[in-house]
């Protein structure tokens, strides 16, 4: 069965610092992988898209990661704003992936305090 | 362009009523989908359309509906609304489906069900 898990679940840090957070996937065949913001009340808005080549994408603040052979991404936040805080989730894409091809991770909710 | 609009914001139900949530989208997307988000869950999809006419099932579509008549709206219908589908309702749209181009989501319907 597809998957993704997040990692952490929850983060807090401090403003001004940087964090990472993981996504791990047992998805198969892999299409591409793509990672949304979610804030409070509102929808995901996607942040950036990666495909199979492609190991490094950078969206402003946000840099993702791919490693396709351990199936592993990452979302590096540099220099964090309290506008940061939000839900960060990672998604793939694959043929067997549900009706529309999606897996959802669960997210990582994130908090930036002052 | 408004994007992806969703009617209406929050709803309360009492457990057997039947209620439509509206989702219209101005940007000639082919593809529009449900979603539901719950507590420490994924987005689960509920019902897709890949073009006007056309719907399929998604992984939770039991107690819901939808129907396509235009290519900009796609609204979900409860039939009997019970308390397990008290959830955050997502309409998304996307030009074509597969999860190469962007997912637009709306910015969700709250539903509580008494």
């Known amino acids: 069965k597809n998957q993704v898990e997040q990692s952490p679940q929850s983060l807090i840090i401090l403003e001004g610092k940087n964090c990472t957070l993981q996504?791990?996937?047992?998805?198969?065949?892999?299409?591409?992988l793509r990672w949304y913001k979610q804030d409070t009340g509102r929808g995901p808005v996607s942040l950036t898209i990666?495909?199979?080549?492609?190991n490094t994408k950078s969206n402003g603040r946000y840099t993702a990661t791919l490693d396709a052979d351990t199936k592993q991404s990452s979302l590096h936040i540099t220099a964090s704003q309290l506008s940061d805080s939000a839900s960060y989730i990672c998604?793939?894409?694959?043929?067997?992936?549900?009706?529309?091809?999606?897996?959802f991770g669960k997210g990582t909710h994130l908090i930036i305090q002052p | 362009n408004a994007g992806v609009t969703q009617t209406p914001k929050f709803q309360v139900l009492k457990t057997g009523q039947s209620m439509t949530l509206q989702c219209a989208q101005d940007?000639?997307?082919?593809?529009m989908s449900w979603y539901r988000q719950d507590p420490g869950m994924g987005l689960r999809l509920i019902h897709y359309?890949?073009?006007?006419?056309?719907?399929d099932q998604g992984e939770v579509p039991n107690g819901y509906n939808v129907s396509r008549s235009t290519t900009e709206d796609f609204p979900l219908r409860l039939l009997s609304a019970a308390p397990s589908q008290t959830s955050v309702y997502f309409c998304?749209?996307?030009?074509?489906?597969?999860?190469?181009?962007?997912?637009?989501f709306g910015p969700g319907t709250r539903l509580t069900v008494l």
């Open positions: 998604v793939v894409t694959s043929a067997g992936g549900g009706a529309d091809g999606l897996t």
């Open positions: 990666m495909t199979f080549s492609e």
């Open positions: 996504c791990n996937y047992t998805v198969s065949p892999f299409s591409n």
């Open positions: 940007m000639n997307h082919e593809y």
């Open positions: 359309s890949v073009g006007a006419g056309i719907t």
């Open positions: 998304a749209s996307s030009a074509t489906s597969g999860g190469g181009v962007e997912q637009f």
